[in-house]
């Protein structure tokens, strides 16, 4: 793609495009400005990012349900052995805190590991533009996916603390 500003004099650019266009509109000749041609391209490209951008938060979104139901079948899964250390005297408040805590060191390992993932990825593409982060929502972000596992962790203890413990013992 070669500029016309580049070949013809600055005052002459009109008459120029019109000539080329008028000789060539038969071929479908059509002269635009790099300035334009280039505007076109990024908002193409910015169209791109915004539909990628819109797909990650719906899998963001569809993982942390998917977190959630994990963590209540987990939870709903050990319901015996949770009665287990009831009945042999640990009371409710230490079984949630073991709960709590082995869900929440998962959480945060799997958040620190795809994190690190995540920039390893990104890494190029963030060289390239001059090391520009968007540090405030990035940490919004995983502040919002630690928050809602907590919150899916805290749930499914208080189901499996709540459950019936005679009922739990008999199963197992």
Not at 39 to 45: G, L, M
Request: net charge neutral.
């Amino acid at each position: 793609m070669i500029s016309i500003e580049a070949i013809v004099r600055p005052e002459r650019v009109n008459q120029v495009t019109a000539a080329l266009e008028d000789r060539l509109s038969d071929y479908g000749f059509d002269v635009t400005s790099a300035v334009e041609r280039l505007a076109a391209f990024h908002q193409v490209n910015n169209t791109y990012l915004a539909t990628f951008q819109t797909l990650g938060a719906l899998g963001l979104l569809l993982g942390t349900l998917g977190l959630g139901a994990v963590l209540l079948r987990n939870v709903l899964e050990r319901r015996r052995e949770l009665a287990l250390l009831r009945a042999v005297g640990y009371d409710t408040g230490h079984v949630s805190l073991m709960v709590l805590v082995e869900n929440g060191l998962l959480l945060f390992g799997g958040l620190g590991v795809g994190t690190v993932c995540a920039l390893v990825a990104i890494a190029p593409a963030w060289i390239e533009r001059g090391g520009q982060f968007p540090v405030t929502s990035l940490g919004g972000l995983l502040l919002a996916v630690a928050v809602a596992g907590l919150v899916s962790s805290l749930v499914a203890t208080i189901v499996a603390v709540r459950s019936p413990l005679l009922a739990a013992l008999r199963s197992e």
